[in-house]
């Protein structure tokens, strides 16, 4: 079976990694790579480096990303990515797609397997984020794809409401725990040398993606946050890394790079890459932002997240993640509460590893004529 492993960007390819080790080992699957959007771009760290320096080929480059982000910029890139993907199904001619998340490149690969009549492999289904616009676009991708792997109960629950086969609805957790567990650590002063910074006596990790339904607070509510960065003081340090390519990002980023320059206890990355992103939480003392990386991945580190506004509203978290609005006081009284929360009995709700063998060993079993393109609505109050 052929399958086609959409990636767009850091964000999935942290999750998909260890998916994409598991397919091109298998000897019934065969692995396709399309990478796509902030992959290929400069500016986001052209991160395609990193998916060729872990020893995968790249069968098609999906070019989508235009030089702006305004909401305009943001669906003529998805009309863009939509034409290319159509290039690239019908040369690869894939048995089926997999897809991870909700970004809008992922929207339109979607719809091109659909009209194409491509079965979908869904990861991440049934989640809620509520203070963004990737909610519709993954209940959307959703109600297109065939088989969910899902990454927690409440997550195959709500994708049941949504009409799907329970039979193809599979909770495997999160496939990113998979990576952390496979990671090696390095010492704090290798990794310092690594990342060229000097750790202070406490220490954060940064990120804040554009809250895409109210892309018009999203300076003014940075700004917020990250006055209460600069009341922490010099003796923390502050690693953050660059917003994503969503219609807000690049004004974003450019409000950080002001403060770095600003505040010498601070560095700004494009793009740490996945082993040096972990060997970073691993030392620090709490991450804090917006990220998703904040629920799915920081508890497995037993560490403490402040997570800020509504990105991620509504989604399953544990007892290790904060949750605060956008006020300079609330965050700054957050953080250093988070500098003494203990989180050494904390158990991750997204899994404890092993999701990837799952996945690519239901792959394995399954036949494409178990299951029709044609959907059918299963009704959920009858099951």
Do not use: W
């Amino acid at each position: 079976m052929k399958i086609s492993v959409i990636t767009g960007g850091r964000m999935d390819y942290g999750h998909l990694y260890k998916v994409m080790q598991e397919i091109k080992s298998s000897s019934k699957l065969s692995l396709q790579v399309v990478a796509t959007c902030m992959h290929l771009s400069p500016e986001f760290g052209l991160t395609e480096n990193k998916i060729i320096q872990d020893g995968f080929k790249i069968d098609k480059r999906v070019e989508c990303l235009l030089s702006s982000d305004t909401t305009t910029a943001v669906a003529k890139s998805i009309g863009m990515a939509c034409i290319s993907f159509s290039d690239a199904f019908a040369d690869l001619k894939p048995d089926l797609i997999m897809l991870m998340g909700d970004r809008f490149e992922l929207l339109a690969a979607a719809q091109v397997a659909l009209i194409m009549k491509i079965p979908i492999a869904h990861i991440s289904g049934g989640d809620t984020t509520e203070g963004a616009y990737d909610e519709s676009i993954r209940h959307s991708i959703t109600k297109m794809s065939h088989i969910h792997f899902v990454t927690n109960k409440n997550a195959f629950e709500r994708v049941r409401q949504l009409g799907e086969n329970p039979k193809f609805i599979f909770n495997v957790g999160s496939p990113t725990i998979d990576n952390i567990l496979d990671t090696k650590f390095v010492s704090k002063n290798n990794l310092e040398k690594k990342i060229n910074y000097k750790f202070k006596d406490k220490n954060i990790l940064f990120t804040y993606h554009p809250v895409t339904l109210n892309i018009e607070k999203n300076i003014c509510d940075l700004k917020t946050i990250l006055t209460a960065l600069e009341n922490l003081g010099p003796n923390v340090g502050i690693i953050m890394t660059k917003s994503n390519a969503d219609d807000g990002g690049r004004e974003l980023n450019k409000q950080l790079e002001i403060f770095e320059k600003n505040n010498k206890n601070a560095k700004l990355y494009e793009s740490l890459g996945q082993f040096l992103y972990y060997n970073t939480i691993n030392v620090v003392d709490c991450v804090v932002g917006n990220s998703s990386s904040g629920l799915f991945e920081v508890p497995t580190f037993k560490k403490p997240t402040v997570n800020i506004g509504d990105r991620q509203k509504g989604r399953t978290t544990c007892d290790s993640i904060i949750d605060v609005k956008v006020d300079s006081k609330e965050i700054l009284s957050s953080i250093k509460k988070a500098f003494s929360l203990n989180c050494k009995d904390i158990i991750n709700p997204y899994g404890i590893g092993k999701s990837s063998e799952k996945i690519v060993k239901i792959l394995e079993k399954l036949s494409l004529e178990e299951f029709s393109v044609q959907k059918h609505f299963f009704e959920y109050y009858k099951n």
